[in-house]
């Protein structure tokens, strides 16, 4: 596995990314990655099936001049901004591997990113909902995937210190949720780990068994 620190000058650029490497790997064969990026000025994501008229409160992300995007992964509309981590895996699907099917490639991948949570926090991590992680009953890291034939792309966002102010002026309360979340506001719901990036980012390239290689952008 590679694994790239890769941070590209603009929102679209970074999810675009993602994609790019998923198709790149899909087209070569390999090798399989992890990038972590952190995005430097807040954009909204949508998920891929989402609508923005739905899940955006629109006249305050054009007062505040903060665009609404969208991923090629499923899942709930997003803020982001100073304050995630994102990261991304870029997996090949063995026939008969722990990936072969979205329910299991969520339930191997996250139940890893549980223990590893587990031992660098020293705290009690759980999955819940369906892609959710969380401490107690407060989610700090959201995660998608997209499929293709062989390949995969998962990744995720997690919170570090993202403003939450600024998500609950941006985002209602979403109308599909998981059923722990019992209605609660943004504020209420998530939670920042307040832990450097460059911690969790060690911790992921240790728990994939490999050194970062490359450091590019910011």
Same mark, same amino acid.
């Given at each position: 596995?590679?694994?790239?620190?890769?941070?590209?000058?603009?929102?679209?650029?970074?999810?675009?990314?993602?994609?790019?490497?998923?198709?790149?790997?899909?087209?070569?064969?390999? *090798?399989?990655?992890?990038?972590?990026?952190?995005?430097?000025?807040? @954009?909204?994501?949508?998920?891929?099936?989402?609508?923005?008229?739905?899940?955006?409160?629109? !006249?305050?992300?054009?007062?505040?001049?903060?665009?609404?995007?969208?991923?090629?992964?499923?899942?709930?509309?997003? %803020?982001?901004?100073?304050?995630?981590? $994102?990261?991304?895996?870029?997996?090949?699907?063995? *026939? #008969?591997?722990?990936?072969?099917?979205?329910?299991?490639?969520?339930?191997?991948? %996250?139940?890893?990113?549980?223990?590893? @949570?587990?031992?660098?926090?020293?705290?009690? +991590?759980?999955?819940?909902?369906?892609?959710?992680?969380?401490?107690? /009953?407060?989610? @700090?890291?959201?995660?998608?995937?997209?499929?293709?034939?062989?390949?995969?792309?998962?990744?995720? !966002?997690?919170?570090?210190?993202? /403003?939450?102010?600024?998500?609950?002026?941006?985002?209602?309360?979403?109308?599909? #949720?998981?059923?722990?979340?019992?209605?609660?506001?943004?504020?209420?719901? %998530?939670? $920042?780990?307040?832990?450097?990036?460059?911690?969790? #980012?060690?911790?992921?390239?240790?728990?994939? $068994?490999?050194?970062?290689?490359?450091? +590019?952008?910011?």
């Amino acid at each position: 596995m590679k694994t790239l620190d890769l941070t590209l000058p603009t929102a679209e650029e970074n999810l675009a990314c993602d994609e790019e490497l998923l198709d790149q790997c899909q087209k070569t064969d390999g *090798p399989e990655l992890l990038r972590f990026w952190r995005p430097a000025q807040h @954009f909204i994501v949508l998920g891929y099936g989402r609508s923005a008229e739905q899940d955006v409160h629109l !006249s305050a992300c054009r007062k505040r001049n903060i665009p609404v995007l969208r991923r090629c992964s499923g899942g709930g509309t997003v %803020l982001q901004g100073p304050g995630c981590l $994102n990261y991304s895996l870029i997996l090949k699907i063995e *026939p #008969q591997g722990p990936l072969r099917t979205i329910a299991r490639t969520n339930a191997f991948i %996250l139940e890893r990113h549980q223990r590893l @949570f587990e031992r660098l926090l020293g705290r009690i +991590v759980s999955v819940r909902g369906d892609t959710d992680l969380a401490l107690g /009953d407060r989610k @700090f890291c959201g995660n998608a995937q997209r499929r293709k034939q062989g390949w995969l792309l998962f990744h995720g !966002s997690i919170l570090l210190d993202l /403003d939450l102010h600024l998500l609950e002026e941006l985002l209602p309360i979403p109308d599909r #949720q998981p059923e722990y979340r019992n209605q609660r506001s943004h504020r209420d719901f %998530l939670l $920042n780990l307040s832990r450097p990036a460059d911690e969790i #980012q060690a911790a992921f390239a240790r728990d994939w $068994n490999h050194p970062i290689l490359h450091q +590019v952008g910011s």
